[in-house]
């Protein structure tokens, strides 16, 4: 049964990886509402360079925070743009910016509203 009402997040897995606590989960969450936007603003701007090397450390740091928090097709994206800056020579991101921030501001909102949502008692 899945009743997920996010069409870019799933919070189900990491809320039955911390035993039901949705407490820690909203915790957990609340924390890539605060840190993510300020990584991706890094990862913009190293992409706008070409910077190879700072994409790929934000790139994967960006990578795991949005797999905590099941963004699987944003999370899929930057292990494509991690996989490009790794390329020999390396592959400019810049072509998937825009749709890469169009996709990460919809799973930052929606984690905003996960957050507030289970904030509330039912």
Known sequence: MNDNPYQHINPEPLLE????????????????AKSAPATFGRLEAAIAADDAAQVKREAH?????TALVGAG????QLKAIEQLSKAE??????????????????????????????????
């Open 17 to 32: 990886a911390m035993g039901g606590d949705a407490g820690a989960c909203r915790h957990m969450f609340g924390t890539f």
């Open 73 to 76: 097709p944003l999370t899929d």
């Open 89 to 122: 020579p390396p592959q400019s991101a810049q072509p998937q910016l825009p749709s890469l921030k169009k996709l990460f501001n919809a799973v930052a909102a929606e984690v905003s509203q996960y957050v507030e949502q289970v904030g509330v008692p039912h």
């Open 61 to 65: 740091s960006l990578k795991s925070m």
